[in-house]
């Protein structure tokens, strides 16, 4: 059964960096897109970036410029490095794997000093 399971949040202060990981198991994973989505307390959840089969990147918003989605297939990997930190970035933070669809549990991202 296919699985995906998100790493990687923590606590960190306003212009710091993480590295998000995402593990999804099953032999399908370099064909998928994968993207990272967040969800903030209150708010609807959004999609912060995605990666192609072949590694072409699209990012949202204010992720643009500051976030750098990526992925090692022979791992089965996707990463989101995430530099410059804000405070509006804590959110839980869910990888999705398009096929099949599956979403992780979620790893929590709390930006504050």
């Known amino acids: 059964q296919v699985q995906v399971v998100e790493s990687g949040g923590g606590l960190v202060q306003p212009g710091g960096s993480l590295r998000l990981s995402c593990v999804a198991s099953g032999s399908i994973f370099k064909m998928a897109v994968m993207g990272w989505y967040r969800q903030a307390p209150g708010k609807q959840r959004e999609l912060v970036a995605t990666i192609s089969s072949d590694g072409m990147a699209t990012y949202v918003g204010s992720a643009k410029g500051r976030f750098t989605i990526s992925r090692e297939n022979a791992k089965n990997t996707v990463y989101l490095q995430m530099n410059s930190l804000k405070p509006e970035d804590t959110a839980v933070y869910y990888c999705?794997?398009?096929?099949?669809?599956?979403w992780g549990p979620g790893t929590q991202v709390t930006v504050s000093s």
């Open positions: 999705h794997l398009s096929a099949p669809d599956r």
